[in-house]
Structures are given as structure tokens and as C-alpha cells.
């Protein structure tokens, strides 16, 4: 004779056990800051203890009720803009990651809205009062510039999620474009183009916004090569425009160069007020092509698909009711593809 199911734990089974009402135990599970830390925690405990299990099914459809509901602004997202430009002044990689993520939030029922972020302590505190009391619950922050990488608002009371590597502090989840898979690509499609001396010309800011990440893969494959540091150091210039690209062009002797992509453009000018011909003496590829440039070869970022990755993430965890600074950080890595443009040479081609 088999044994009887057990009888499953519910909702209302640990309300029962925790003393409180089942919408208590539910935002409890939930961690909604309208319940009192020391409560949540309990009624947490009593559900593990009973062996409770949410249904996913019935999770999800309470998750669209509430983003659903008429009242207040539970279905709406906040994007946070650190720059303190206007939308229409933003850099370009902000505007597309904004695009995707607006668009993936409208398919799952969220509004957004941009928020600038000033720049003192006590006003971002005062933000992230106005975002709680507003019941805005999901925060994406968008990539911030240099001089901002540390936010200082009061991060519990939000699901939040980042775009980019830019942000230091807090440490929160985010979604990025993959830069090692970038630089690989870029590097090996050069490599299998006849390209034998390869240089690296870039934005020393850029670089520390993005954790030298471009900049480290490219001395690996440096190293693969049998090629030293001496042979072929990186160009990292700075604002005050010290560094010349046609003298450390001409020492090192490459035949293609990886560029940053305003730098490719700088350099591309250069080269043509110098009369050298591009692709025929030296091959240009650059990092995070635009969408409108059919010209310059290189790789281009899909920037709207990482804001669409950065909003599922974030849905995510509000659904399950992660909030605040996480203990372990989790990234989503956005690959790049390369797109041919005209300043490299054409396959089967060779100098």
C-alpha cells in the first residue's frame, strides 16, 4: 500500500504557524520593505522550516497583478542618468541601451521613466526616498562617466541592476558587452586577414571606465603571438592630447591597429592629411562601430539587445524579490559580430 502524499505547505499554512496574515507572509517572501525587517526574517524562517515552495505558476501571476494594477507606479521601472545632460546630449552607446531597454520593459508590461542623479550625497538619498514613496520597486542604472563610478543612494528598498562595467560601487548585477570576446574577435579576424603587427590605440578614460578589460586581452593575445610589449605597446591617449598615433605608428612598424571608435576616426583623418591610403598601407578596426557607419570595419556592440538583458534581469529579481546590494555579484556578457566597412583589407587579400 503506498504511503499518502504529504500535504503541501502553503501560503497560508505559515501564516497560520507565523501568526500574521497571508499578504504579510507573501510580501515577507517577497522582501517588500513595507514589512519590518525582523518580520520578514521570522515568517522566512517558519517557511523553511515548514519545507515551504512557491508555485511558479502562481508567482508569475501575481507578479502581473501587481504590475498590471491601475493604482500607483508598481509596474513602472526607474533608469537613472548620471551624466547631467539632457536625453538628447547622451553618448550614443546610452541612447541605444535605453532604446532596448525600453522597449523590452513596454513588452513586459513596465513603464519607464529617466531620473537624473545629482551629484551630493543628501540629494541621491532624497532620490531614492522619492523613488520608494512613488512604489517604484525596479531600478536600472545606466552607465555612468568617469568621474561617477560610486552612487551613494539607499539601494534596499529596490530590485536594481547596472549597465555596464562602469559603476564600481555599489557592486550590483549588470549586463555588459562581453569586451575580452570583442578584442579576441577583433584581434583574429585581423590576424586571419594577413595582418601580421597589430597595434592597439585607445582612451586611457575609456579603458578605466571599462576595467582595462580590452586592454588586457589584447596583450594575451600579444603573448600567443610571440610578439613582447616592446615590440608593439599599447597608445592610450588622455585629454591632454600628448600623444601622437602617426610617430608610434611609424616606430613599431604595425600594418593594423585597433582603435578605440572616435579614436579610429581621429586617426583615419590623420592618415589621409598624411597620404596614406587606408586599407592599402594600414588596416583600421574599431571597437563599437555605430549603426549608421557602413564604412568603418570592425565590431559592432549590440548595445539596445544589452539594455533588453539588463531589464530581464532586473524583472527577474524583482519577481523573486531581490533587493538591494547582492553578496555575490552576477553578470550577463552581450557578444559583439563584426561588421566588414572598408578599412581593412578583404578576404584572400594580403599585402
Known amino acids: 500500500m503506498s504511503s499518502p502524499l504529504p500535504l503541501s505547505v502553503t501560503i497560508k499554512t505559515v501564516a497560520a504557524a507565523a501568526g500574521v496574515s497571508n499578504p504579510t507572509v507573501s510580501r515577507a517572501l517577497r522582501n517588500d520593505p513595507r514589512i519590518s525587517v525582523a518580520t520578514r526574517e521570522r515568517v522566512k524562517a517558519i517557511a523553511a522550516k515548514l519545507g515551504y515552495r512557491p508555485d511558479p ?65 543628501s540629494a541621491q538619498k532624497r532620490l531614492s526616498r522619492m523613488l520608494a514613496a512613488r512604489g517604484i520597486r525596479g531600478v536600472l542604472v545606466g552607465p555612468v562617466p568617469l568621474q561617477r563610478r560610486e552612487l551613494a543612494l539607499d539601494w534596499a528598498p529596490f530590485s ?15 549586463a555588459a558587452n562581453d569586451h575580452h570576446l570583442t578584442m579576441d574577435t577583433l584581434y583574429g579576424r585581423l590576424r586571419a586577414l594577413g595582418y601580421r603587427k597589430i597595434g592597439f590605440y585607445s582612451h586611457l578614460g575609456s579603458e578605466q571606465r571599462n576595467r582595462h578589460l580590452y586592454l ?52 583615419l583623418q590623420k592618415l589621409a592629411e598624411n597620404g596614406r591610403e587606408v586599407p592599402r598601407d594600414i588596416g583600421v578596426a574599431a571597437i563599437a562601430v555605430p549603426l549608421d557607419d557602413n564604412v568603418t570595419s570592425g565590431v559592432r556592440e549590440d548595445l539596445a539587445g544589452m539594455g533588453a538583458l539588463a531589464v530581464d534581469q532586473l524583472h527577474a529579481q524583482m519577481l523573486q524579490g531581490e533587493r538591494g546590494v547582492p553578496v555575490t555579484r552576477h553578470s550577463l556578457l552581450v557578444e559583439s559580430h563584426w561588421c566588414d566597412g572598408t578599412t581593412v583589407r578583404q578576404v584572400g587579400v594580403t599585402a
Open 57 to 121: 505558476a502562481m508567482s508569475a501571476l501575481v507578479a502581473y497583478r501587481r504590475r498590471t494594477q491601475t493604482a500607483g507606479n508598481y509596474g513602472k521601472l526607474a533608469i537613472l542618468n548620471a551624466w547631467n545632460v539632457p536625453e538628447a546630449k547622451l553618448v550614443f552607446y546610452f541612447k541605444q541601451q535605453l532604446r532596448g531597454a525600453r522597449e523590452r520593459a513596454e513588452q513586459l508590461g513596465y513603464q519607464t521613466e529617466l531620473f537624473a542623479v545629482p551629484e551630493e550625497v
Open 160 to 174: 536594481a541592476v547596472a549597465l555596464g562595467y562602469s559603476l564600481v560601487s555599489p557592486a550590483l548585477n549588470y
Open 216 to 267: 588586457a586581452t589584447y596583450l594575451k593575445c600579444l603573448l600567443l603571438d610571440g610578439i613582447s610589449y616592446d615590440a608593439a605597446p599599447p597608445l592610450l591617449r588622455t585629454d591632454s592630447g600628448e600623444s601622437d598615433p602617426l610617430t608610434w605608428l611609424d616606430r613599431h612598424q604595425f600594418d593594423a591597429v585597433i582603435c578605440g571608435y572616435f579614436e579610429a576616426q581621429s586617426f
